[in-house]
Nanobody, 116 residues
Framework: QVQLVESGGGLVQPGGSLRLSCAAS????????MGWYRQAPGKQRELVAR???????NYEESVKGRFTISRDSAKNTVDLQMNSLKPEDTAVYYC??????????WGQGTQVTVSS
């Protein structure tokens, strides 16, 4: 059973930074891709950033240039560095992974609140 555990959320002022980390219970190179998603109140969950097994990254348009996804294969972690945070970035952030057979895995989520 794959487990994904997020950490690093919290309250930050606009313009501030946070770093989220996702620790996987198995080798992250065993996934087709891993990513970070978010869900704001009343909205659907959306992709924020993802990284394929080969290292290709994709970002949601509104976070380009502000957020960076990275991985540490030795530690089996995938991080999301978030800079220049805006109130509209407020959401529950989830780590997700997709296996090679379309199997999806999710973390429990971590709250990010951007407010003065």
């Amino acid at each position: 059973q794959v487990q994904l555990v997020e950490s690093g959320g919290g309250l930050v002022q606009p313009g501030g930074s946070l770093r989220l980390s996702c620790a996987a219970s198995s080798n992250i190179r065993g996934f087709n891709f891993m990513g970070w998603y978010r869900q704001a109140p009343g909205k659907q969950r959306e992709l924020v950033a993802r990284m394929t097994n080969g290292g290709t990254t994709n970002y949601e348009e509104s976070v380009k240039g502000r957020f960076t996804i990275s991985r540490d294969s030795a530690k089996n972690t995938v991080d999301l560095q978030m800079n220049s945070l805006k109130p509209e970035d407020t959401a529950v952030y989830y780590c997700g992974a997709r296996g090679w057979f379309g199997d999806d895995y999710w973390g429990q989520g971590t709250q990010v609140t951007v407010s003065s």
